[in-house]
């Protein structure tokens, strides 16, 4: 394969992953690991976390639909509470990456987000948000869900932005932090790479690119 483009997801490849927030707020509240993805799993083309990420609902209504489905099986969650948990932080050596990436191939971004803010609410302080904001502007294209009304792991999506970069996906390297998302990437031809680690993506995408990080 010929490398011409490389596609990135944001939170939980560019920053540090927010199941680690969400966890540590289960565990302080004595929930059990990992609940609040189960509930985002449940119905997951129609519940409240697509359909904010699809800007659907605005986040006063994710709040309330949220803990609706939270209730349904027995937990007491508001959705405010998890929007506030998905900020996080930059991963500098993965922006050292992607501006390596930037000076060899195209780059873009594909991202579900709430309409609450770059990169899915990605921008609890001034600081966070001005950094978050240059790697943003950096990309020759990026795909917001919130904006384009379609999300992962749609196939529109991806097609979308091979269109939009004028790159097939044969070419294309696509880094994401969840298997469901790389799957119709995969599908599709491209060359994907499940980020688990810091480390990991480094060493994954050195290899896949030809690039030493």
Known sequence: MT???????????????????????????GLPND??????SINPDTNAWARIERSEVDAATFDLLF????????F???GADVLGLLSGDLRPRVVEAFNACKARFKVGCITNNAPTGKGAGMSA????AAAIADV?????HVIESSKAGVRKPDPRIYRMMCDAIGVEPTNCVYLDDLGINLKPAR?????????????????DLSKAVGLDF
């Open 136 to 140: 943003f502007s950096a990309f020759d």
């Open 187 to 203: 599908e599709m031809g491209m060359t994907t790479i499940k980020v688990t680690s810091e480390d990991q993506l480094l060493a």
């Open 35 to 40: 609940i609040i993805r189960r509930i985002n």
């Open 67 to 74: 803990a609706d489905e939270a209730k349904a099986i027995g």
């Open 3 to 29: 490398v011409q483009a490389v596609i990135w997801d944001f939170g939980g490849v560019f920053t540090t992953s927010p199941f680690d927030a969400f966890n540590r707020y289960e565990r302080e509240r």
């Open 76 to 78: 007491e969650i508001r």
């Open 125 to 128: 302080s001034s600081d966070k």
